[in-house]
């Protein structure tokens, strides 16, 4: 059934917009008329290649893209209405007009329509990769297989939710630095290209010569006022080259290694990976999917290349009868903690809950490193722009003690 999408003019005579599934365009002006709106404009909704999250990058294709938050949202509120009676069909009925992103309601009503043409849940989600993860499609195959997918919905809401705050913690205890990092650089900026030039342009008339440290403020000045363009094309250039370069499958793994092998932030990224592995395995286990499939779909949402690696190669051992804790033990890149636990899980047959334990445990000391990273990088950077002040004024005030001795 198609798709349309409409804009009409309710009894008050406002105008309104939304998503209507019909036979044709007569049906559906007719359909909104029995419900008391008077149709302005209808538009088929194009084919779900359109709709699928698009490959290439653009500032407005950003911005209309399907926010994480928003598919962690409709989980919860579709749980709540299948957990309260009623159908599939129904419940996504009732979420459309609720839906505030165009984008994602005109996914679900493509959802809804493939669903009424006999399609199953999983198999409607699975047509748009962009918006819905393997992770979501398969636990959600899993609920309609077992037949609780009300329980399986409700576990994915809480697993999107965890990984949505603890994401928000990190980038509120990051914002402050960033944002004095980038004030800091800026007003660097403009004191070496604008107001230090006009300064040190005094000296230039001397006779004398002039201090070591003020000679080299007025090289990197005159750079600056020169040459500010220069900067900014190099920088633009170098982050368009990077960008290429980590598109590539060579540098998609050299960055995932840098990532590993930074101080501070190398550990935090590698108990990120460790805890996101270990939420989603036990997730997936703990919805009646098998060790093998799970850790097939679980390398896929690592985030990282090296750790992928590592889960198929310790799915290939679990395959050959190996226990899943001495598998990734001989990585050397998962902690001894989260081996001894997942261990410790397999022999008293509660690995779901022990792989939930572990990714409490690493999302917790992920969340209270960052925040003593921050305490620290906060006066670190007052210390920083102290001293790169500090010699401006000194390089421009040693010359002028210089004059005075002289006058004197």
């Known amino acids: 059934m198609p798709v349309y999408e409409y804009t009409a003019l309710d009894i008050k005579g406002k105008t309104v917009s939304?998503?209507?599934?019909?036979?044709?365009?007569?049906?559906?002006?007719?359909?909104?008329?029995?419900?008391?709106?008077?149709?302005?404009?209808?538009?088929?909704?194009?084919?779900?290649?359109?709709?699928?999250?698009?490959?290439?990058?653009?500032?407005?294709?950003?911005?209309?893209?399907?926010?994480?938050?928003?598919?962690?949202?409709?989980?919860?509120?579709?749980?709540?209405?299948?957990?309260?009676?009623?159908?599939?069909?129904?419940?996504?009925?009732?979420?459309?007009?609720?839906?505030?992103?165009?984008?994602?309601?005109?996914?679900?009503?493509?959802?809804?329509?493939?669903?009424?043409?006999?399609?199953?849940?999983?198999?409607?989600?699975?047509?748009?990769?962009?918006?819905?993860?393997?992770?979501?499609?398969n636990m959600?195959?899993?609920?309609?297989?077992?037949?609780?997918?009300e329980i399986v919905l409700e576990r994915l809401a809480d697993i999107t939710e965890k990984q949505q705050a603890l994401k928000h913690r990190i980038r509120a205890a990051l914002a402050y630095p960033v944002l004095m990092s980038l004030i800091g650089a800026l007003v660097l900026f403009l004191l070496l290209a604008f107001i230090v030039p006009s300064i040190t342009s005094i000296f230039s008339d001397m006779n004398q010569t002039l201090p070591a440290p003020t000679l080299f403020l007025i090289g990197i000045s005159n750079f600056f006022k020169t040459y500010w363009w220069i900067i900014f094309i190099v920088i633009g250039l170098t982050l368009v080259t990077l960008s290429g370069i980590k598109k590539t499958v060579k540098g998609h793994y050299f960055f995932d290694k840098i990532k590993l092998l930074l101080p501070g932030f190398g550990i935090l990224s590698k108990k990120l990976a460790i805890a996101r592995f270990s939420r989603t395995l036990g997730s997936l286990l703990e919805n009646g999917i098998s060790m093998l499939p799970a850790l097939g779909i679980v390398k896929n949402i690592v985030e990282n290349v090296l750790i992928a690696d590592i889960i198929e190669e310790a799915s290939q051992g679990v395959g050959k009868g190996q226990g899943l804790g001495s598998a990734l033990a001989e990585s050397k890149i998962f902690p001894d903690l989260s081996i001894q636990m997942i261990q410790v899980g397999e022999q008293t047959g509660a690995l779901e809950s022990m792989l939930d334990k572990i990714a409490n445990v690493f999302e917790n000391e992920v969340e209270t490193s960052v925040m003593s990273m921050t305490s620290l990088l906060e006066p670190a950077m007052i210390l920083i722009m102290g001293i790169i002040v500090g010699f401006i004024v000194l390089s421009i005030c040693l010359p002028i003690f210089e004059m005075n001795q002289l006058v004197r």
């Not at 992103?101 to 493509?110: D, G, T, Y």
């Not at 959600?140 to 997918?149: C, F, I, K, M, Y």
């Open 18 to 137: 939304g998503i209507i599934n019909a036979e044709s365009p007569g049906i559906a002006r007719q359909k909104l008329r029995t419900s008391r709106n008077f149709p302005v404009s209808i538009k088929e909704v194009s084919d779900t290649a359109t709709i699928k999250a698009p490959s290439s990058f653009s500032i407005v294709r950003y911005f209309a893209r399907v926010r994480p938050h928003e598919v962690s949202m409709m989980t919860r509120q579709l749980a709540t209405l299948v957990g309260a009676g009623f159908p599939l069909v129904s419940a996504l009925d009732t979420l459309i007009p609720q839906t505030r992103s165009q984008v994602f309601k005109k996914i679900l009503a493509k959802i809804k329509e493939s669903i009424v043409e006999g399609n199953s849940f999983a198999r409607s989600l699975s047509l748009y990769p962009g918006t819905f993860s393997s992770l979501y499609v």
């Open 140 to 149: 959600v195959r899993a609920g309609e297989t077992s037949g609780a997918l």
